[in-house]
């Protein structure tokens, strides 16, 4: 990797200029180009600026474009045997279902009719038996590149020394988004796909030539050439739109009389949207889902003397639905709950210094045995 950085920063106003509408403003730029032996030359830049009315309270905001190199394991994890089972959505029940039918239903009845088998009676073998496949890196991969945006506000009171508020707003585009994908999501994104050859509908799109068809319109058995070929891609694109906001305060105890200081501290996330597009098939949101929570936060309380000190931090995490599709009880949905409630866990810690080279730090996490949800009596 060969790279050059360089930056800029421009200051329009500073405090000493004494202006009375405006305190301070500044604008800056960074750009770094970047050459690797795999994946060639990108060029990353930011551009941006900050100005403060007042001493209080300063705005700021950037644009970005950055960029994220595939990982090793991405490009070169050996290709190593596997056995795939994919659902057959062509079948006569499979194709009148799936996210969006009829586009389904178009891409299988032409695979059928090309070749040769009958819609009544047409069945993947390779859903009933296994057969044998490959999954390893992809030395084709290019980079992820990301738009952002930023915007937000610092305020720093100066009848409260020591504390710090900031809000931001973030918005991210990333294109071609590194995924692994397996046997299900190629067929998924094979059949459910607009973009489709029905003029050579095995070879219909990337996905369904990841399949490996052969002109018998099943997927062939042959351990000594696998057919599927399943691993790292890159998809269309992940959009992001959120929200975050930090305080923290820090105080001695000295006007008061006592040793040490205190550190008051949180952090919050509020996800507007995600939506990931990996494989051009009906984009869906993500947030909200599991591991993805609409709110998400964390309040720290520490406090420090010369050669001791303990902390507690709260986190929050907010409510989290199984899926964003098939809420609630239907003929389609087994789930007989289809959320997580919002829950709390609390960790904490106590250091002990005896000297400037020697600590101890004991930590407890889930401090208070939180250990899941609540089901008909059951945890």
Known sequence: VDEVFGEVLVPLVSPDN???????????GRIRYVDNTVNGGFTAWTAGGAIAPVEDIQFRGNFTRSFRAPAITELFLPQSPTFERPTDVCNAQGRLQGQVPETRTRNCLAFIEATDNDPATYNLLAAQASVPGLSGGNPSLENEQADSFTFGVIFRPRFIPG????????DIEINGPIAQLDANDLIGACFDNETFDLANPTQG???CSALGFG???QIPNDPSNPAVRTGF???QSVLFEGI???LNYTTSLGGIGLPGAVSLGGDMLYVKRRIEDITGVVPQRSDGIVDDPEFSGQARVSYQHDNWGLATFVNYTGEQ???RFNRGPSPNDAREFDQYNDFVTVNANIFFRTDDNFRINLAVTNLFDRIGQGYFGFI
């Open 215 to 217: 002109a018998n319109g």
């Open 205 to 207: 799109n990337s996905f």
């Open 321 to 323: 639905l199984i899926s």
């Open 18 to 28: 004494e202006l009375g509408f405006i305190y301070s403003a500044e604008v800056f």
């Open 163 to 170: 504390l710090q508020i900031t809000a931001d707003y973030i």
């Open 233 to 235: 891609i890159n998809g």
């Open 244 to 246: 975050t906001g930090t």
